[in-house]
Nanobody, 123 residues
Framework: QVQLAESGGGLVQAGGSLRLSCAAS????????MKWYRQAQGKQRELVAT???????NYADSVKGRFTISRDNAKNTVYLQMNSLKPEDTAVYYC?????????????????WGQGIRVTVSS
């Protein structure tokens, strides 16, 4: 199995910055895409950013130019640098990792989720 540990959330004023981290651990054979989602209160969970195993990135229109996703494959960690934060960025942020896991026998690729970390942007 794969466990994800998120960190870096908190309270920040509008215009400020935060950096989220999500470290994967466990019986990891290989990691494919790594993603960040967010869910604001009363709204559906939305995809914020994706980074592929090859390093290609994709962003939701609402965060383009402000957020940057990156990954450190040696550390099995994905980051989300969030700049010029707005009150509408307030949400619980979740990382999601597509990974093959197992030792000896490799399990089919599955998506693993972090527990979520709260980001609050005050106006």
């Amino acid at each position: 199995q794969v466990q994800l540990a998120e960190s870096g959330g908190g309270l920040v004023q509008a215009g400020g910055s935060l950096r989220l981290s999500c470290a994967a651990s466990g019986s990891i054979f290989s990691i494919n895409d790594m993603k960040w989602y967010r869910q604001a209160q009363g709204k559906q969970r939305e995809l914020v950013a994706t980074i592929t195993s090859g390093g290609s990135t994709n962003y939701a229109d609402s965060v383009k130019g402000r957020f940057t996703i990156s990954r450190d494959n040696a550390k099995n960690t994905v980051y989300l640098q969030m700049n010029s934060l707005k009150p509408e960025d307030t949400a619980v942020y979740y990382c999601a990792v597509e990974a093959w896991s197992g030792a000896g026998v490799i399990r089919p690729m599955s998506t693993y989720w972090g527990q979520g970390i709260r980001v609050t942007v005050s106006s």
